[in-house]
């Protein structure tokens, strides 16, 4: 297992000293050691996207990502979403449009539009297809995902 | 249309705040003090005698609590009824399946219950095993449990009309062959589930189960305990598509690891267990007969059924039964022959999947019919409007039906697919495909239960509690079922609190598969809502001195028509109820039905007592790329007749996923076997549809108010991908002529097709 390496980390605006294991993933991290179980585990191979962070503003599968390879990194979960009472434009938009069901992948779809919509902030349907593809959902169908997208462009102007 | 103010509205659900923020509790985010983390052995190999198991290693390992084999646990057997078990909880004597059960280890992180695992010396003697049906059932196959002859676990057999007869009036017969393919449930949650147990068998269970009223029975049976003594709570469920309907050996496991350690137990799936060791949807050899006038009238048809059962039965009786029913009830046909046997073969088991065998049915009849309709000459809408059931009728397998909109269905979807103009106007390579389905809204009492029950009580502030039985798994039963409530008791859904599937708290419920929760669960919760207004008129009556008949409910108040500035609100009547009358408001309301006649034969499922039938048509146009075969489904209509749309966003919701489910299922799903073994067991190589594959999908709700269903509601949830395959594969056939008997319709497949045809 080897020894633990010492990683610095900001995760959701908070500064952590961590040490970790060498095969210790940044999923279960996120998930086990610092308790944020929003981020979800639906394959653990990096193919459904439901453990998707966003690591200085690119988005990431954290399950195929070691912990120790984010050292210094900024990492935004589900948990950091929402600044105040009211929920973020782009969470708001996914419940209206009627885009959540079970919600297992509703997370990682957020942080995928999120990321998407910093880099672009008015995106054809080709963009939120391209962005979104490696996001599986089994219940919706996708059609109201998008919905949900088109509907957070508009409430973030 | 009745004017109601919540249902029939488009609420979102009301779960999803939770969701989106990431703090809705799922089975796998439950971490309680102490615990630890059970891995379970299987078999490596499809067929094989159990010699020895040597577990010396594996215990001696540290941080391992303790390994279990067939020694350590009970020997019952278990399926979905004592009348089909089949299975252990960990295999004695044989393995049956690549991924049967041999051992479990629990031990204080997954890593080492994961490295103990590797440390058990299991010795087996392989046997010779067997993957095609067709071959199972031959004299020399090796038989998987010893006492079925030819591994036929049930054989169906029914006659309606007299078929003969029926085949002689015809002025065509056209026959055929169809075959469909294993599909994996995908929820993208895998099994998770955690358990305490006392030395006396009080048990705790965390869960993600679909029915955990039936799982408490269940569990009790093979672990030969109290069911009393169990305690199952649902947290958030991440989808089940009928994946989390079956007692699992991992549940059963896991009591006995935390009864053997005194410790609370975790066991998760891995996404390679949930491929090869939970249930899939059966395949099956569906030889068709269709006996037709000029007409279009069908006079008589035929099934001959052969349904890949895999290694152990879970619902493959009940499955193969509602095969039939499905397609013997499905159009007005006086004349009408199934056979169907269930083989058992050396492969992961079949069980519950969206459709419960409907879609595999639906791609056989309407595939035939769709050639039907070419042999004729005859439009494929005409031929289905000409045959289309209707309302209160009778069937030839003596279904009654009550209310019936396929023929609104049918037409509503060719008018908004554009579809004879398109017709009319052919693009080459472009092409419309089209079929209708049948199901069951309000679930099954094949199984002579069919029960959901519900209480809601007012609190002391005026507010209110409902506590259901049944459960939302991601389709939004917790907001429909509360729209109902509210709808009666005059206030917001978002405002009454509810407590759902807790086995000691709730009434229980069969649970959530079938089409069943809006129909089961909303009756039960109306009932109980009338029950309370009743109770909340006749108080509220009492302390105004007034008449019941003349009271008025508005914005939760009650007072005398007239009146309202005498008006007594909520709050107060709640208080009083609590503390000057001391007998606080509640009531129940309990659903079990429907009444099951006689003539039932639960075997063929002939003279079904459907709760109510629900109807559909998907409608298909697709594009094929001539020189790769490649199947580009470009527009997509889905009409289906589901009584009253308590919820219209989340009626589009369960239809938009289950038609890209059947997308799925008919262009590329396909769970594949090599030798016993599946060899995609991971999303990289079992593909499902991506956000790039979907196409713009057009929902119409045919809302046929029901007169048995909860505000006439009937069902939605099973139905949505029922009638998707033949739809896409009969477009397929538009397009280029090339005909798809076999799912999936991969690109290959059509481009075979094409190079074939030139």
Partial sequence: ?157 | MDDYSIVGKRIPHRDAVEKVKGSAVFTSDIKLSGMLHGKILRSPVPHAKIRNINISKAEKLKGVKAVFTAKDVPLIKFSISPTWADKLILADKKVRYIGDEIAAVVAVDEEIAEEALELIEVDLEELPAVFDPLEAVQPDAPLLHEAVEKNISKTLSMECGHIEEGFAEADIILEDTFQTQAQSHCSLETHCCIATCSPTDEVNMWVNSQAPHPLRQKLAAALNIDAAKIHITTPVIGGGFGSKIDLEPAQALCVLLAKKTGKPVKIEHSRKEQFIATRMRHPTICKLKFGVKRDGTIVAKQAEVVMDNGAYNSHGPAVLAYHNVMFSTLYRVKNIKYEGRLVYTNKNWGGACRGYGDPQTSFAQEVMLDMIAEALNMDPIDLRLKNANIPNEMTANAVQITSCGLKECLVQARDKSEWTAKKAHKQKYRGLGVAAMIYTGGGSIGSGFNYSGATLQMNADGTFHLLMGALDIGQGSNTILTQMAAEIMGVDPESISLTTADTDTTFPCMGTFGSRVTFCGGSAVTEAAQGLKKQLLESAAEMLEANIEDLKMEEKKVFVKGSPDKALSYAEIGAASFYKKKKPLVAHGYYNGPDVPPEFNPVTYEGYPAPALVFGTHLAEVEVDPATGKVEVLNFVAAHDLGRAINPLLVEGQIEGGAVQGIGWSLMENLQFENGEIVNPNFHDYKMLTIKDVPKISSLLVETVDPNGPFGAKGIGECAMVPTAPAIVNAIYDAVGVRIKDLPATTEKVFQGLKTKA
Avoid at chain 1, 47 to 66: E, H, Q, Y
Avoid at chain 1, 103 to 121: H, N, S, V, Y
């Fill in chain 1, 1 to 157: 297992m080897g020894s633990k390496h010492q990683i610095q980390i900001t995760v959701n605006e908070e500064e952590y000293d961590l040490l970790v294991h060498p095969n210790r993933t940044l999923l279960d991290l996120l998930r086990y050691d610092l308790g944020l179980t929003g981020t979800k585990e639906g394959c653990d191979e990096g193919d459904c996207g439901a453990c998707t962070v966003i690591v200085n503003r690119k988005v990431m599968t954290s399950c195929i990502v070691l912990a120790v390879e984010v050292d210094g990194a900024t990492i935004t979960t589900i948990e950091g979403m929402q600044k105040g009472d009211a929920l973020h434009p782009i969470q708001q938009a996914f419940v209206d449009s009627g885009a959540v069901q079970c919600g297992f992948c509703t997370p990682g779809m957020i942080l995928t539009t999120k990321a998407l919509l910093d880099e672009f902030p008015d995106p054809s349907e080709e963009d939120i297809k391209h962005y979104l593809e490696g996001n599986l959902c089994r219940c919706t169908g996708y059609t109201k995902i998008i919905d949900a997208v088109n509907n957070a462009v508009q409430l973030l102007k």
